[in-house]
């Protein structure tokens, strides 16, 4: 079965720092993985996806995620926070190929950006 | 290019009343379709998806039903509603075959009073 743990529920960076969001994932084999981002009361929008190509992923915004199978991590980074990052990241795995490709999601990370 | 549009973007309903939420695709065809519930402070569960017109699958037994008329258009509704029915609703839609990502639509914030 597949699931992912968010590590942190809140993370507080402040502007021009460096964000680390961590996601672990379980799954019985090779995963699909994704990052989405939620700003309030909108939908998700998908930050970047790993699909067992390059282990490095780079998103949209200057995210980028690092897929580590002996760590089964995929953490989210960004070196450089700016203020419309604030928002809610939620890491996902694909339960399945095929036809549908329905996804599980963490529990999401609420990101604050300081000024 | 591809756009995903929900409506009513809110909507307040009283407890016992009907629903009926939209979802349309445009700039592709044969997709995938889903709809989830976000509950405040909470993930995304997964309600219904299809595959194709006509075809629904129910991922949790709730109040709720789904249909799809027409090959991008997706209907969440509800006969009468319930007071645990409130929550953010999201439809999302991916193309078929392999690990396709799925963009999802702006939402619809449903509070029932």
């Known amino acids: 079965a597949q699931s992912v743990t968010q590590l942190d529920s809140h993370v507080s960076v402040s502007e021009g720092t460096p964000v680390l969001l961590r996601c672990n994932y379980s799954s019985s084999y090779s995963p699909s993985l994704f990052w989405y981002v939620q700003h309030p009361n909108k939908g998700l929008q998908l930050l970047l996806k790993y699909t067992s190509a390059a282990t490095l992923v780079k998103g949209i915004n200057g995210f980028e995620a690092e897929f580590k199978k002996s760590e089964t991590s995929f953490h989210l980074t960004k070196p450089s926070a700016h203020m419309s990052d604030a928002a809610e990241y939620f890491c996902?795995?694909?339960?399945?190929?095929?036809?549908?490709?329905?996804?599980?999601f963490g529990t999401g990370t609420l990101l604050a950006v300081q000024p | 290019s591809q756009t995903i549009h929900q409506w009513p973007a809110t909507l307040v309903q009283p407890v016992g009343s009907p629903l009926s939420l939209e979802c349309t695709v445009e700039?592709?065809?044969?997709?995938?379709l889903y709809w989830y519930r976000q509950a405040a402070g909470r993930g995304l569960q997964l309600l219904f998806y299809s595959v194709g017109i006509g075809q629904i699958s129910s991922e949790v037994p709730q109040n709720l039903s789904a249909s799809r008329p027409q090959d991008r258009q997706f209907i969440l509704s509800s006969k009468k509603l319930l007071l645990s029915d409130s929550g953010f609703y999201l439809c999302?839609?991916?193309?078929?075959?392999?690990?396709?990502?799925?963009?999802f639509g702006d939402g619809t914030r449903l509070s029932i009073l």
């Open positions: 996902v795995v694909s339960r399945n190929g095929g036809a549908t490709n329905k996804l599980i």
């Open positions: 999302a839609w991916n193309a078929k075959g392999g690990y396709q990502p799925q963009h």
């Open positions: 700039g592709t065809s044969n997709p995938n």
